[in-house]
DNA sequence: GCAATGCTTCGGTTACGATCGAAGTATGAA
DNA sequence: TTCATACTTCGATCGTAACCGAAGCATTGC
């Protein structure tokens, strides 16, 4: 016993309904007010105070104070993935929630996973990517190839760019909504700071839909066909 | 709020020490007892009987009646995959445990992870499987090439057999105590079991550490050499 | 300066769940 | 049959943590 390191902090972290909400809202990759988050739990603000203060002890979560607002964060894309792939796991045994809701078609065609897209056009989009030759995949790992990085730079990605930074190009991602993969790294969040750059779609205020105009939507599924 | 799948509840179930506990031991891939869970878990047989029903219920676990004894063992390899990803998470925060305890440098060099090798030796294997051109990784993608096939069907691995199953024949596994990839999937697994089989290594009565005989040690270091 | 807003801290209540003793069920052994 | 082992269920206790009202800081705006 007491082998390794300590999972139940951060599953009892985790493991409180509001707390997870709120982890959830977050995982939309916008900065949040503790009021936002404490309407997100469906608590008061004093009690969402502690909430956020736990999470911050705990390493989940980053503040930056900005007047009189403090904004919340993920710590980082760790504690994302973390999110997500306790989600996929979550939906894969059942465990939704009781009631689908409305706003559940939009989240399941395309959402924000912390900062690139997920759902049906997340999944659409890495498909076709793999099958156009411009993103080599073995198993689970992705690669940009030549072609793709020219591809790219047709549509105003520069990859030269996101090289720089530290941060992984390429990962994969596991969707919750689809089970398959989408795409994550610094090339997934340049894709979809593309799109919304050009107003083919634009974020929601208080969920992690996102939402495509007629003509982004057209555009999109142009640029990203399916053969099949 | 009330996006998405529901992780709350199984953040609860991990977020118990005794559960925690309980799951980590489990992670060792050996079936255990109630009582044997129960020890592990620091609680009596009555507390980590409702705990593992509700483990139980929750998907986390699945147990085997035998006799009057009850054996219970996690759910299917994504519990495993959760539990050890939880663990990387953990350990890449700091949430170690209050004290490393005279077991912690064996599960370092080697141990097991579900059904495959784990810790220094486990990352070892992998490295090496990778320079020598025996797997292709790309980012975390694993694919074992040609050569590779070759070289394991002279110690003694049919690959053909292994490919038939529906498992993965190469996964990446993050190891919480090296934070770098080992290998897992079906190929892993047949990879440990050699070993054993050879009369290399042997597990531990009440851990998940594994123990290398002397010339179990020097065979493994010369199959998995590394050029550093 | 004063009021308003955003958030935290304090104090006290409440509820849930972990815990164990004791009793109950099932299987196996004698 | 009787006893022993392995485990579950019941009942009751207890501790902790979630929760909110109220008060206390901090920042902004007037």
Redesign the pocket.
Known sequence: MKEGPDIAQIG?LI?????ANMLAALTGGRAL????L?GV??????????????LEAGGLLA?R???????FTLADEAVARLIESMMGFAAGRGHLRHQPGPKEPALRKARICYDHLAGDYGVRMLDSLIASGSIDAVGDGLALTEKGENDLQRIGIDVGDLRSSRRPLCRSCLDWSERRAHLAGSLGKALLSNFLDKGWARRTAESRSILFTPEGDRQFLMLFPIDA
């Open positions: 009892a493991g409180d309904p509001a707390r007010t503790a009021t936002e404490a739990g469906g608590i008061t603000v004093q009690t969402a105070s502690t909430h956020l203060a736990k503040q104070k900005q007047g009189r607002h403090r904004y």
